[in-house]
């Protein structure tokens, strides 16, 4: 029998999978302290390892924890979560467990904390040990940049030499590319991932289809049927997908009841009435631009109504971010009366000559920010204008790696900005922020500079 053979199955990764059952088996004591997956976004790392973890936790082999690092933004939240998770996965009832996580200030006490749950855990266990437990970090990369990722991933992967109590511990270091960590010197087990081609990323979709839908037609139909869905609709936005898969799915979840609708309500396909083709033609007015079909998407996705008032101010302050020039912020954003009073004086004038929500052409480009700038605005203009307290700086933080998810603000490169530091832009339009700056009350159009 070959021990090295994985139990589970994911389309196109086989490879990827033998080698997780080399460095991760537990049935045959084979467990790496540490490895690296890396691979481009949407080359299935995430739901590969998912899926081989997570058939290992079913069968009582492993605990295993994923950890989204990219909402974590800091070395000692990642931390807190990887204790916290432990004490959840090992189901230790302790009154004191949130005193005893906050023990933990960096990565100097982080042993101390893991060892000593490990001896609650065996002391209320009468010696018996727990499973090994997998840490899935996922995106650990986009860290902060004065939080030094690498720093990090060296300290967990030699966790193990600080203590035999230790020895049950993986960490697994999700990345798309293993350079940005500079892990070489480690030698660490590493997996690496490939994008899907065009026909691999057809097959998946065209399983997620069949799986989701059963319509009123013989299998092998269907399949073809949504095969020809997949090829037009795919072909024809192939320049604004890539290979990306996550971009692809919403897109065609909204497409997709348009083209199977009339199927279902004629009970079969009949060409030049309901065939894929046909139904492309007749809907070109859905999709005759890639632009259009996103801004649908869009707007379907996140109402301006559905999100918080805070988030609505974040994204208020990265846009006066991205266009007031930073020269302007003390007379802007100041709290000292004479400021503000001179804001006022000006602002004064500039609306008796231009309409309030005529745009200079000059305001048409957003300008990079850097993170400090975006809070200063940010608790500024709140402050001015609530009464309730501003969250702190850390669900701050969380907040904006949400929207840089959703891309609505932007997180530039560090080839993208002179200076080499982190930098953010503000990618949402003005109609969306004006009606954001209605939405809670604020007079957007005092803190712009014409």
Request: net charge positive; proline share 4%; with cysteine.
């Given at each position: 029998m070959d021990t090295t053979a994985s139990p589970v199955d994911c389309r196109f990764r086989s490879d990827q999978l033998d080698l997780l059952a080399a460095y991760a088996n537990p049935e045959y004591g084979s467990m790496a302290p540490s490895m690296l997956v890396e691979g481009p976004s949407s080359s299935g790392k995430t739901y590969t390892l998912r899926k081989y973890f997570g058939h290992l936790q079913r069968n009582r082999q492993i605990l295993f924890s994923e950890i989204q690092c990219e909402y974590?933004?800091?070395?000692?939240?990642i931390l807190h979560t990887i204790l916290r998770n432990l004490i959840n996965l090992l189901d230790i009832n302790v009154q004191q467990s949130a005193e005893m996580i906050s023990k933990c200030d960096g990565l100097g006490t982080f042993v101390e904390v893991l060892k000593q749950i490990e001896h609650i855990y065996t002391t209320m266990s009468d010696g018996t040990r727990h499973p090994p437990v997998v840490f899935v970090l996922d995106r650990v990369e986009r860290l902060l940049p004065n939080e030094n990722s690498s720093e990090l991933c060296i300290a967990l992967s030699k966790a193990h030499e600080q203590s035999p109590a230790l020895d049950l511990f993986t960490f697994v270091y999700v990345v798309n590319r293993s350079d940005s960590l500079n892990l070489q010197t480690l030698a660490l087990p590493t997996i690496a991932f490939t994008c899907y081609s065009i026909d691999q990323i057809k097959d998946?979709?065209?399983d997620w289809i069949t799986d989701s839908d059963s319509p009123f037609l013989p299998p092998h139909q269907f399949r073809s049927f949504a095969r020809q869905f997949l090829d037009i609709i795919l072909d024809?936005?192939?320049s604004y997908f890539g290979s990306d898969i996550g971009l692809m799915v919403p897109v065609l979840a909204k497409l997709w009841p348009v083209f199977i609708n009339p199927v279902n309500e004629l009970g079969r396909i009949q060409n030049g009435t309901n065939d894929v083709l046909t139904t492309f033609q007749r809907n070109k007015s859905l999709l005759q631009s890639e632009q259009g079909l996103l801004d649908d998407l869009a707007s379907a996705d996140i109402p301006s109504s559905d999100l918080p008032k805070k988030t609505k101010y974040i994204l208020?302050?990265?846009y006066l971010a991205s266009y007031d020039d930073p020269k302007y912020d003390l007379i802007l954003f100041s709290k000292q009366r004479e400021a503000r009073s001179n804001r006022k004086v000006r602002h004064?004038?500039?609306?008796?000559?231009?309409?309030?929500?005529q745009l200079s052409s000059r305001m048409l480009s957003p300008q990079a920010f850097t993170l400090e700038r975006l809070l200063a605005i940010l608790h500024a203009i709140y402050d001015e204008n609530c009464d309730e307290p501003l969250l702190n700086d850390v669900e701050l933080l969380s907040e904006l790696a949400t929207l840089s998810t959703l891309k609505s603000v932007m997180k530039l490169k560090l080839g993208d900005t002179i200076g080499g530091g982190t930098k953010w832009k503000c990618n949402v339009n003005w109609s969306v922020i004006k009606k954001f700056s209605d939405d809670v009350g604020f007079e957007i159009e005092n803190f712009l500079i014409d």
């Open positions: 974590c933004l800091t070395r000692k939240t998946i979709l065209l024809t936005y192939t208020i302050a990265s004064s004038k500039k609306k008796s000559t231009k309409p309030s929500d």
